[in-house]
């Protein structure tokens, strides 16, 4: 606690004294752009494939059941490959990790668009979810490299509402794309984009903000909050960050997010196409609806977290505050999306039920780097890893239960998990201790 108040002030003080060094720079919102535009592209290319999966199940003869699996290998492989992804991030750096996995994922991206039926679907997300899976460890270690304590949850809202917003925008766009060139060619497009942005990533960043010659010494200490530059770190120490239990409890409570999430990311078209029989042209504009909501989430959960510390100073209910208001909110409006007859009255809840789940990412992404003692990317690894294979698992779980005919019931379990998490943040949670603390 010592530790966090001493920050907090010398924070304070770099704010007031920037003046007297000078004009301070920004190229760190330059840097955001960049991250944004990862998160945008990591988005579009994992979901896109939930616009082509009606197509691809009646060509390749696929049952729900099966193109759950198929959803779900991308989870797999994502969720088993963030500790080691972590630990390459922590080792090498943000700039050459991102910018390698961004192009290979891309190509993967592209290569889905050669699958030739549900054997090669699988080994090809798969390896997908490989590619992207030190994606946010990356992302996040860059981002404690670049921001400020203050600015964290800005910053996470910022590039998670990009994710967000991917996904709303992929009915759109994935859509019109595949009425006018068929499914094809919504992957080789989204790929492309893809390794555009792993070149730019290149030239424009760098892993340390007083290593890149457009940022002045006035903005790089202000980034640090006021303390000089890092040493290079020591080798990670796994035993600390794997012996505490908020480590593992964070992976817990990120469940909550993926598991609803899995559901608006992957199977809220066939929702709304079979269950609520809304036309293919109403899907491309209705099932956008709640992505943005979750988009406009993630930008306010960030800034309210951020507003709430800076006001208080109080780390821990700034972080707390957000998640747990998010999670009892979710729970609360996905009930009668699962009741209400009419589709209308039905997006509105889902609307307000991805709204309030998004606004717990930011607050949980800061709280990594909060407890994370310098090693964002290990332990926003694991914190990652758990979630996304309780994701895979919703994936799953929902098209074994629509497949049967049960299209309410995993609404209720969504909404139980939420509870659960929501209780979690209220009395386990707290993000003012540091996984490298021993006692």
Request: glycine share 8%; hydrophobic share 55%.
């Amino acid at each position: 606690m010592a530790d966090i108040n001493t920050s907090n002030a010398v924070s304070r003080a770099a704010l007031s004294t920037t003046a007297t060094e000078g004009k301070r720079t920004s190229y760190r919102w330059w840097v955001l752009t960049m991250l944004a535009l990862m998160a945008l592209i990591t988005f579009l290319d994992r979901t896109n494939i939930s616009i082509a999966a009606p197509s691809m199940m009646k060509e390749f003869g696929l049952t729900k059941a099966q193109m759950g699996f198929v959803f779900s290998a991308f989870a797999w492989a994502y969720a088993g490959f963030q500790l080691p992804s972590g630990w390459i991030s922590d080792k090498f750096g943000p700039r050459k990790i991102m910018t390698l996995v961004v192009l290979f994922w891309s190509m993967m991206t592209m290569a889905t668009a050669h699958a030739w039926g549900f054997a090669s679907l699988l080994v090809i997300r798969f390896i997908f979810g490989m590619g992207e899976a030190a994606s946010w460890p990356a992302g996040t270690q860059a981002m404690q490299f670049w921001y400020p304590r203050s600015e964290r949850g800005l910053a996470n809202g910022v590039t998670h509402s990009c994710g967000q917003f991917a996904t709303s925008a992929v009915p759109l766009v994935a859509v019109a794309l595949m009425t006018a060139y068929g499914w094809r060619s919504i992957f080789h497009i989204f790929g492309a984009i893809g390794i555009m942005w792993s070149i730019a990533f290149w030239f424009m960043y760098r892993d340390r903000p007083d290593d890149h010659p457009k940022v002045n010494a006035a903005e790089a200490a202000y980034i640090r909050d006021g303390l000089p530059p890092a040493k290079t770190k020591t080798a990670i120490p796994w035993k600390l960050i794997l012996g505490c239990p908020t480590t593992w409890i964070m992976g817990i409570a990120w469940s909550a997010y993926t598991y609803s999430l899995y559901f608006f990311w992957y199977w809220l078209p066939t929702y709304l196409l079979e269950f609520r029989h809304i036309s293919l042209k109403n899907m491309g504009y209705l099932a956008p609806l709640p992505l943005l909501g979750g988009s406009l989430g993630v930008v306010v959960g960030g800034i309210i977290t951020d507003y709430a510390l800076r006001k208080t100073g109080n780390l821990k209910w700034s972080r707390r505050g957000v998640a747990i208001t998010a999670m009892f909110g979710a729970a609360i409006a996905i009930v009668p999306a699962a009741l209400l007859a009419k589709p209308i009255p039905v997006i509105i809840c889902l609307i307000l039920c991805n709204f309030f789940v998004s606004l717990c990412s930011a607050p949980s992404w800061a709280t990594c780097m909060d407890i994370a003692g310098g090693y964002a990317g290990t332990v926003s690894a694991v914190m990652n890893m758990i979630g996304q294979f309780a994701g895979s698992l919703s994936a799953i779980i929902f098209g074994i239960l629509v497949q049967k005919g049960f299209w309410v019931a995993p609404f209720f379990v969504m909404s139980a998990i939420l509870i659960g998490v929501g209780l979690l943040w209220l009395f386990v949670i707290n993000p003012e201790r540091s996984v490298l603390q021993r006692s």
